[in-house]
């Protein structure tokens, strides 16, 4: 009896002692809610995932590359392959919006109200400039002069800096580049597309003399086509600092003179001309030359656009923006931003490591090139197309890679009332009604009156 009762005490005091130890060991389990572990991972407006260990930094990251998204998939697989290589220690959640606009409105509002999320995705819609003043966003400049920035096409943060310093990172990107028919330059005596835009215009004369349009122009709807051309003519003209003292440069002018022109080696009709005019025209073999995005390239390969079994892809080459005799813009490249990332400023330094851990990820070179073979992207990111992407997309790559600059179109570097303006604008030059300070004044008069 007294062996079972000293027994019987041993086990009980074995019992307390692994009590204790569990007690005291580290464990897998989530962090309760309201609990310090779950407060000190939800700096930036983000909440610990309730499948996160404990110690585990979440990045709370709202998503509109998702569902039907083209980057949909390929970015699951980052995110997946990110959080397996750190697991225990980095875990991004990626919280999954697949309307365009419900999540530019929830984007806005937690941005206005609360905390920036830790990681979002922000296109032109939002005010990028009043986004990065905010001082709600992390500075990364210091990680992008650490060789990152390197990994950039040169010039991609020069329009989105405030006082020297990144705050928003642009990264999906469009670049526009004239595509050419060279079937039709050979026909017209053309064995290279024009260097300059005094070769162009020679150029011009031959296509025309053959029967043939140039380039499409349009001043219909938003006259889309014509402000690329002179998106493209102020570049060259204007250079990389064009818009630094707003449409005062002379270049603006004088790019008016150009895209005036212009308008004598397009297609009847353009002044009322739209999109469809303009891609029907090329796509019909009568028009030399085309200007678009990355996104049209689709196109250049689709069998309902062959000729007797034969693509347009075919019959197309990608060409850099001729430059201007006595221009600043030799070598420079016309872009846009189609999304960018912005990431919460951190109070906590490991977690502010986390997630610029995150961001050189995705941003690197190889994944990128795996993003842009998988949806069709483009990015600002210098990266070796994939030998699987198509041809003219792996040359209008090149040709970004090697631009000495980059600027936005003139819609993207100048307030909406621009944009509404310059369709009556291109009108109104074309058919003279103004002359080309009269065009710019058009369009700085608009910009006045809805300030």
Known sequence: ????????????????????????????????????????????????????????????????????????????QLVENFNAENAGSIKVVVEEQTDYQAYRDKIRTTIT???????????????????????KFMDLTPYLQQGWGDTFADGTFDAWSVDG?????????????PIYNKTILSEAGWDHFPTTYDEFFAMAKDVKAKGYNVMGQMAGDNAWSSMLWYSLIVEAIGGKDVYANGLKDPAFVEAAK??????????????????GDVNGHFIGRDTAVYLNGPWWIANFYKEDNAVNGKLLADECEVAANPSYNGGKG????????????????????????????FLQYVTDPTHVSELALSSGAMFFVKYNPSPDTSVISQKVTEVANNASFTILHVN?????????????????????????????????????NAA
């Open 330 to 357: 030799a070598g420079g490249l016309v872009t846009t931003v189609q999304g960018f990332l912005a990431a919460a400023k951190q109070d906590d330094p490991a977690k502010e490591a986390a997630v610029v851990k």
């Open 113 to 135: 109200t609360t905390a920036a999320p830790d990681l979002c995705i922000l296109d032109t819609t939002f005010d990028i400039k009043a986004y990065a003043e905010s001082g």
């Open 412 to 448: 993207g570097a100048f307030p909406t009332a621009f944009s509404t303006e310059f369709p009556a604008a291109v009108s109104a030059l074309v058919l003279g009604q103004v002359d080309e300070q009269g065009f710019v004044d058009m369009l700085q008069t608009a910009i006045d």
């Open 1 to 76: 009896m007294k062996r079972a009762k000293k027994f019987t005490a041993l086990l009980l005091a074995l019992a307390m002692v692994l009590a204790l130890c569990a007690c005291g060991a580290k464990t897998n389990e989530p962090a309760a809610s309201g609990s310090s572990a779950a407060a000190s991972q939800s700096s930036g407006g983000s909440t610990a995932s309730p499948s996160a260990s404990a110690g585990e930094i979440v990045i709370n990251f709202p998503s509109i590359w998702v569902g039907t998204d083209s980057k949909a998939a390929y970015m699951a």
């Open 258 to 275: 150009v895209l005036k022109e212009m308008y004598n080696y397009t297609f009847d009709g353009a002044v009322s001309a739209t999109a």
């Open 165 to 177: 310093h990144t705050y928003i990172l642009p990264f999906e990107s469009a670049v526009f580049t």
